[in-house]
């Protein structure tokens, strides 16, 4: 997390120097906090939602359901929230993040990963406006068993990393 933090600081200094040097500083600042401040809400709601599920997630639902040995229900579970997961990865990853934490397991938090970013049910309408529901329908149909074989090759990965 620190070096991935250290990488962006230091891509943001290099656009800072090159906006400076083109004399679009104050405007790439004043375009930055306006995002900022269309993004900051959505945020604190991940992050506080990220940690209310790990705090109040019992760790025998936990176990039960949300464990690499929990099996197939595990990923079809983590299948179905990826779906209905709004706000994209902005919202799922402080989720994920939090699972991680209170020991879902790590195939199960893959297949929710890639549920939420090919399945989405929020972009769905917004995908049909740019290229109809006809494609539509076919990117979701092939994507549909994609959350599953990750979750799989996952485990495949996990046991033979053992």
């Known amino acids: 997390m620190k070096s991935t933090a250290l990488v962006m600081a230091g891509a943001l200094l290099l656009l800072m120097g090159l906006a400076l040097a083109q004399g679009s500083f ?4 004043t375009t930055s906090f306006r995002q900022l401040l269309g ?7 991940a992050v506080m939602l990220a940690g209310f599920a790990e705090t109040l997630l019992p760790q025998r639902l936990v176990h039960d359901l949300l464990s690499d040995s929990s099996g197939f229900k595990g990923l079809a579970v983590a299948w179905f929230a990826g779906i209905i997961t ?3 990865s902005i919202v799922g990853l402080p989720i994920i993040a939090g699972l991680y934490r209170v020991g879902v397991g790590t195939a199960v938090l893959m297949t929710y990963a890639t549920s939420l970013a090919t399945l989405s049910i929020l972009r769905l309408p917004l995908e049909a406006g740019f290229y109809g529901w006809r494609l539509t329908a076919l990117r979701v149909g092939v994507s549909l068993g994609l ?3 990750a979750g799989g090759l996952t485990m495949l990965v996990m046991r033979l990393s053992e």
Do not use: D, S
Request: hydrophobic share 60%.
């Open 26 to 29: 104050r405007e790439a600042m």
């Open 39 to 45: 993004f900051l809400p959505i945020l604190v709601i």
């Open 86 to 88: 709004p706000g994209g």
């Open 147 to 149: 959350p599953f074989i």
